[in-house]
């Protein structure tokens, strides 16, 4: 098993560009969510979705849009992005709620100039 | 809204040294407690969770937890630390009032010097 991966590692942007961020796992999990981590605030939650077709906003969903077309792919999309959204971001799955094992993808650090 | 409080910022241990790690939560009615771990250039991962029963949690790598309801603590121990130990340590919660999403407080860096 793969188990989470993330595309791609790093990846610089100017304001205003868009981009998705892939995400993907092999465990046929329902439950997958996208963080992002910035110093001194811990991990926070942009959106998640609890099987294919189903998404939901987190704490941070702003700038942001997800969908789940499959159980294995969940990609984060960056509509317009700005130097706030500079951060790292993790993917993680989970079997079926957020109360499962989250397992994580190994990040995406995004730097926008 | 629910929140996780992570008291130390950094530790510095020598080897060999007992650890705790500090974590408390606010009230948010049913909880479920965790302690993630992310070592230098390895993906985050579980090291112990709490959902009832005993409050004395049992992980991996010799980590232990308590969880103390009255205080609404989660703090995390290992009696003798290794150099392997050096990582950012991460509490979470879900809350039920918040539909059990996860939250998590802002990570404690440990620095264990051989």
């Known amino acids: 098993n793969a188990g989470v991966t993330q595309t791609p590692k790093f990846q610089v942007l100017k304001t205003g560009q868009s981009m998705t961020l892939q995400c993907a796992q092999d465990?046929?999990?329902?439950?997958m969510s996208w963080y992002r981590q910035d110093p001194g605030m811990g991990l926070r939650l942009i959106h998640y979705?609890?099987?294919?077709?189903?998404?939901d906003q987190g704490e941070v969903p702003n700038g942001y849009n997800v969908s789940r077309s499959t159980t294995e792919d969940f990609p984060l999309r960056l509509l317009s992005a700005a130097p706030s959204q500079t951060s790292v971001y993790f993917c993680?799955?989970?079997?079926?709620?957020?109360?499962?094992?989250?397992?994580f993808g190994p990040g995406t650090r995004l730097t926008v100039l | 809204a629910q929140s996780v409080s992570q008291h130390n910022h950094h530790v510095i241990l020598s080897e060999a040294a007992s650890l705790e790690l500090g974590c408390n939560y606010s009230?948010?009615?049913?909880?479920?407690l965790f302690w993630y771990v992310q070592y230098p250039g390895q993906h985050l991962q579980l090291l112990l969770k709490?959902?009832?029963?005993?409050?004395l949690v049992k992980g991996i790598k010799g980590f232990e937890a308590e969880f103390i309801k009255s205080k609404f603590s989660f703090n995390l121990r290992k009696p003798s630390v290794q150099w392997s130990d050096t990582a950012e340590y991460f509490c979470?919660?879900?809350?039920?009032?918040?539909?059990?999403?996860?939250?998590f407080g802002a990570g404690t860096t440990v620095t264990v010097r051989a």
């Open positions: 993680a799955s989970s079997y079926s709620d957020p109360t499962d094992t989250q397992y």
């Open positions: 465990m046929n999990h329902e439950y």
């Open positions: 979705s609890v099987g294919a077709g189903i998404t």
């Open positions: 009230y948010g009615g049913t909880v479920n």
């Open positions: 709490y959902f009832s029963g005993d409050p």
């Open positions: 979470a919660v879900t809350f039920r009032s918040n539909d059990y999403k996860l939250s």
